[in-house]
């Protein structure tokens, strides 16, 4: 088995390889990439949605289904994830093998989490709402939000984590987020624009179009948070636990 | 002139503190000591390479570079939290798996039951 | 900013020669955990190459998702595996 999965590995990288040679250079003004959509992009970007980063406009304005779809792929993740391991507890726990005994965690790491938890999080809200103006986003924020929740549960137990952000809350959450950012596309529809057309906030918020786009970026941007801030503390739950939510790492 | 030469000093410390970092952990002889110096030394030369980053952004002094500065002294109060805060829970983690603890080969630990319990868990955890 | 990428090709051959090390070093440990600790690292490189690109969206993304989380879910589903099995 061994050496055929390294012959196979090979030919892989020297596919890869040669078909590297056939790409575009690094910043390559000259590549398709850069001569058609990229100037539109970077000339107009700023003017239809009044938002400095090009990089969140394009990601949700210009090609928001492609986020949309994004973050319903990471809900269904957690659903899948959830549906193979998620599993009564029966008091028998598997087998373990990196685990040593212990009884508790000790106040250090207590003492560390506490300090370093808010910050992490008031951190991960500055990603999200500025992400018009540096980088960072609906991604980002998320993860970071979703992260201070992990290190809770490994500073402390998981247990704690849980009383603290319930399995239930946390579904709750990740469907909610895919809601919101559906919802923002079907009210635009309703006002008569196109799914996720966000101009067609304009008239409910009462503020010209481009600045509608920009609010329009904003409200999706916190759904994408939402749904993957849940989403990593779900896969967190089910795979630490292997699924009986008793104890995890 | 005077912030030159400071920012020069922290840098050259730092360096050396990585230096020993880099030389503890592959001279000493178990996972304690190494964990050790890898803790102690990388924590005081990141501070002191940052010190020294931002120092030197705030040689032209402006609104932006004092923003960078700002930014520079929380990435430091971060690692100085943190980074102590995992070597301890490395430590503890290893310490609760008993990983085997280097002893002088001169004087052998005088409870034999213990030697022999400390070769049972390396076998043990030989992963 | 002006930044002139062909200054700095050494740093590019350093973080490339890294990544190497650490795919190869990622597959031949032998226990998971450390494998996962290794993958944590390639990410890691990942994000400074990101960052050297120019591209710092992709490499904070890099450094959220795959430096911190997916390390550390990789680790708690390594516990339940058996390190000894074949394969």
Known sequence: MKPFARIIL???AVMMLTATVDL????????PASTHLSPGFIEQGYHETATPNVVTAVLADYR????????????????????????????????????????????????????????MQIFALYVLFHGHYSPGGGFQGGVIFGASFILLSLCYSLKFAMQRFKEKMVLICCACGALLYAGIGAVCLAMGWNF?????????????????????????????????????????????????????? | MIIDILVITMMITGLVFFTGTTVGIIR????????????????????????????????????ESLLTFIKLILIVLYIFIASPTATHAIIDAGYEFRVPYWTRPSDKPSNEDDATDINKTMEDISI | MTWDA??????????????????????????????????????????????????????????????????????????????????
């Not at chain 1, 999706?220 to 503390?233: D, F, K, P, S």
């Open chain 2, 28 to 63: 000493f002889p178990d996972f304690y000591t190494r964990v050790h110096a890898a803790g102690k030394g990388d924590t005081l030369s990141t501070v002191m390479f940052l010190g020294a980053m931002s120092l030197y952004i705030l040689r032209d002094f402006s609104g």
């Open chain 1, 24 to 31: 575009p250079d690094w910043a390559d003004p000259g590549s």
């Open chain 1, 10 to 12: 090979f030919l892989c």
């Open chain 3, 6 to 87: 062909n200054l700095l090709w050494q740093f590019d051959m350093l973080i490339l020669l890294m990544m190497v090390i650490c795919a190869v070093a990622a597959l031949s440990l032998k226990g998971l955990v450390s494998s996962a600790v290794v993958t944590g690292a390639y990410s890691f490189f990942t994000c400074l190459m990101w960052t050297h690109m120019m591209a710092v969206d992709v490499a904070f993304t890099e450094a959220a998702v795959g430096a911190a989380v997916s390390t550390v879910i990789i680790v708690a589903t390594a516990q339940y595996i058996n390190p000894w099995s074949k394969d």
């Open chain 1, 196 to 249: 996720l057309g966000y101009a067609g906030l304009a008239g409910l918020l009462g503020v010209t179009d481009v600045m509608a786009r920009s609010h329009g970026i904003l409200a999706v941007e916190a759904g994408v948070g939402i749904t993957v801030m849940a989403v990593m503390v779900s896969l967190y739950y089910d795979l630490a636990s292997g699924g009986d939510m008793e104890e995890g790492l």
């Open chain 1, 64 to 119: 928001s289904y492609d986020t949309l779809f994004e973050s319903v792929v990471v809900f269904a993740a957690s659903l899948v994830v959830m549906l193979v391991l998620r599993r009564t507890s029966t008091g028998t726990s598997r087998i373990k093998h990196f685990r040593p005994k212990r009884e508790g965690r000790d106040t250090i790491l207590r003492g560390a989490a506490q300090s370093i938890i808010p910050v």
